[in-house]
T-cell receptor, first 108, second 119 residues
Framework: EIVLTQSPGTLSLSPGERATLSCRAS???????LAWYQQKPGQAPRLLIS???DRATGIPDRFSGSGSGTDFTLTINRLEPEDFAVYYC?????????FGPGTKVDIK | QVQLQESGPGLVKPAGTLSLTCDVS?????????WGWMRQPPGKGLEWIGS?????????QSSLKSRVSISMETSKNQISLELTSVTAADTATYYC????FGIGLFDPWGQGILVTVSA
């Protein structure tokens, strides 16, 4: 089973700043089948990025993903007020499909 | 545009069976894709429960495998989840979703339903 670790647990930033979120896998994620989701309070998760770097339809280009193997990064350029939320990474390469514990991006 | 809506009892007694339904609109589930269930305990992270395809293929979280049953009712365009022998640890918001690629990449998700296990 692939275990995902996310860091930091909480990221306190101001609007307009850049957020850099990390996701590390306990073993290689085949074909970079790594996704990022955004979740706001009381809402379902929303897919942002798949295949480590492909933005989902309608996702602003300030969101970008990178990485391969075991190390992946989600970058949010110029944080907007609506970007303050919890972000989860997920691997969909190998069953059981696993999520990281999440990174909360809150307002400084 | 595909939409998903979970429904079922919000309260289940310990040792009982949790039964949920996911109504799918905007897409026929027998046309393809895997469909799955996930859950999120209050204040905690996400857990994949399992996925199913209309061809009969199913995958389950290993830790839940003996208690989980996922099925499809294509005539009603519904996905169902049953979880037996529930305990307080099964209290969570349960989500259904469509896997847009393969078995476990979910987009979109339903809004979720909170199920509490309590006497």
């Amino acid at each position: 089973e692939i275990v995902l670790t996310q860091s930091p647990g909480t990221l306190s930033l101001s609007p307009g700043e850049r957020a850099t979120l990390s996701c590390r896998a306990s073993q290689r994620v085949t074909s970079s089948y790594l996704a990022w989701y955004q979740q706001k309070p009381g809402q379902a998760p929303r897919l942002l990025i798949s295949d480590a770097a492909d933005r989902a339809t309608g996702i602003p280009d300030r969101f970008s993903g990178s990485g391969s193997g075991t190390d992946f990064t989600l970058t949010i350029n110029r944080l907007e007020p609506e970007d303050f939320a919890v972000y989860y990474c997920q691997q969909y390469a190998t069953s059981p499909f696993s999520f990281g514990p999440g990174t909360k991006v809150d307002i400084k | 545009q595909v939409q998903l809506q979970e429904s079922g009892p919000g309260l289940v007694k310990p040792a009982g069976t949790l039964s949920l339904t996911c109504d799918v609109s905007g897409y026929s589930i027998k046309s393809g894709f895997y469909w799955g269930w996930m859950r999120q305990p209050p204040g905690k992270g996400l857990e994949w429960i399992g996925s199913i395809h209309h061809s009969g293929g199913t995958y389950h979280q290993s830790s839940l495998k003996s208690r989980v049953s996922i099925s499809m009712e294509t005539s009603k365009n519904q996905i169902s989840l049953e979880l037996t022998s529930v305990t307080a640890a099964d209290t969570a918001t349960y989500y259904c979703g469509r896997s847009r690629f393969g078995i476990g990449l979910f987009d979109p998700w339903g809004q979720g339903i909170l199920v509490t296990v309590s006497a």
